[in-house]
């Protein structure tokens, strides 16, 4: 049996009707563009994430790095973000022209340790760019309130965790803004590449619009420099049908998650992802931990079970980013994970019995490893 990581051929059937109709319409009118699709989208993605605002763009690195820049973020800024993340949250302040300072993160989740936020913070200190890991919100109340107190900008990584929530109110409505990509694979993924700013600020949002439009406010009128970085109307259709069914493709995730929690509970040296009590988690990725982790890993592929790493080699390693300041000054959380870590497959469209297989193939590894 095989047991794809994702499978987005799967999720295609089950609104293929419905996109072929948004996509008749959409090209009868021939409104590639920006236009109705993409305000659609923007309003309803908005009214989700409990914001007043949300600005589509190209990616949720150009999320990320377009709403530094209008927030003012730039050369001479550091920006403060997790040093256990996807490598584009860093790019992203790389090239917004300023400094990255990465974080260690808890073993709990993986997120960035508020407990270490006050160092890290100079008087060159702009903004925090929290991670929302595999779909856990970071801790959110801490994080905004040491930003408050020192008078940072909030702007949360959302890019993995579309309708997660933090005492109840939903990731990307906690910050300043929230930046979310709508990769494929994603839990609310596109036909392409997508990504989306939510704010409830609307100069915030006005300059985002700007910024994604070639910095034009109204046809040729460029107050700003911008970019092109617009949402294609044609991803932001699919986007708004997959939207109708992203709570309960959620709760499928969660509820493949238990499985695989109760399931594995008793398998020998095999470490569970843990949920903080106060968060609902909307499991992106279902991550476990084994000191034999690629040894693992290879038995699962040999039995045609699709499992990853996220991430296997920490950003403060990596040639691009040498020398990133890290606080502390190692990271051992970081590090130690990077070795450990696996990602089993998880999505909506798992069924019992593949769950069943993924289970039984990590029994199998885990008995045989005992250390
Ligand atoms: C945590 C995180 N940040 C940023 C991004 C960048 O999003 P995109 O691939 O849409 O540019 C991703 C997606 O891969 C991500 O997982």
Redesign the pocket.
């Known amino acids: 049996m095989n047991v794809q990581f994702v499978d987005l051929a799967a999720q295609y059937q089950a609104i293929r009707e419905d996109v072929h109709r948004e996509f008749e319409q959409l090209m009868s009118r021939g409104s590639f563009v920006l236009g109705p699709a993409v305000q659609q989208f923007e309003e309803a993605f908005a009214a989700y994430c409990g914001t007043k605002h949300c600005v589509g763009v190209a990616?949720?690195?150009?999320?990320?790095q377009l709403s530094l820049i209008a927030a003012g973020v730039g050369p001479g800024d550091e920006v403060i973000t997790a040093a256990n993340?996807?490598i584009?949250?860093v790019n992203?302040v790389h090239h917004a022209g300023a400094i990255p300072v990465l974080v260690d993160v808890t073993a709990a989740d993986f997120n960035m340790d508020p407990a270490l936020l006050e160092q890290a913070i100079t008087e060159r200190t702009k903004a925090i760019v929290p991670?929302?890991?595999y779909g856990q919100p970071a801790e959110m109340d801490p994080i905004m309130e040491i930003a408050a107190r020192h008078g940072l900008l909030v702007i949360e990584?959302a890019?993995?965790a579309h309708g997660a929530t933090y005492r109840g109110r939903r990731g990307g409505g906690l910050g300043h803004a929230g930046?979310f990509?709508?990769?494929p694979a994603?839990n609310l993924g596109s036909f392409g590449?997508?990504?989306a700013v939510t704010t409830n600020d609307a100069a915030l949002a006005d300059e985002l619009r700007m910024l994604r439009n070639v910095g034009q406010s109204e046809k040729y009128i460029h107050p700003l420099a911008g970019f092109n970085s617009r949402l294609q109307s044609m991803q932001a259709a699919v986007l708004k049908l997959k939207l109708r069914y992203l709570d309960e493709w959620n709760a499928l995730r969660q509820h493949f998650a238990e499985r695989y929690r109760d399931l594995l509970a008793d398998a020998p040296g095999v470490v569970l992802p843990k949920v903080k009590p106060h968060v609902e988690h909307v499991w992106?990725l279902f991550v476990i931990q084994h000191f034999e982790r690629d040894a693992l890993l290879s038995a699962l592929q040999e039995q045609g079970i699709g499992a990853g790493i996220?991430y296997p080699i920490p950003i403060a390693q990596q040639e691009a980013f040498r020398g990133v300041r890290t606080v502390p000054a190692v990271t051992p959380v970081t590090d130690a994970a990077a070795g450990r870590i696996l990602s089993l497959p998880m999505h909506p469209h798992l069924t019992e019995e593949q769950v069943a297989h993924v289970v039984e193939a990590v029994h199998a590894f885990a008995q045989s490893n005992i250390s």
Do not use: P
């Open positions: 990616s949720g690195a150009d999320a990320l993340t996807f584009a949250t992203a991670v929302h890991l990584d890019c993995q930046c990509s709508f990769y994603k590449e997508g990504g992106h996220h």
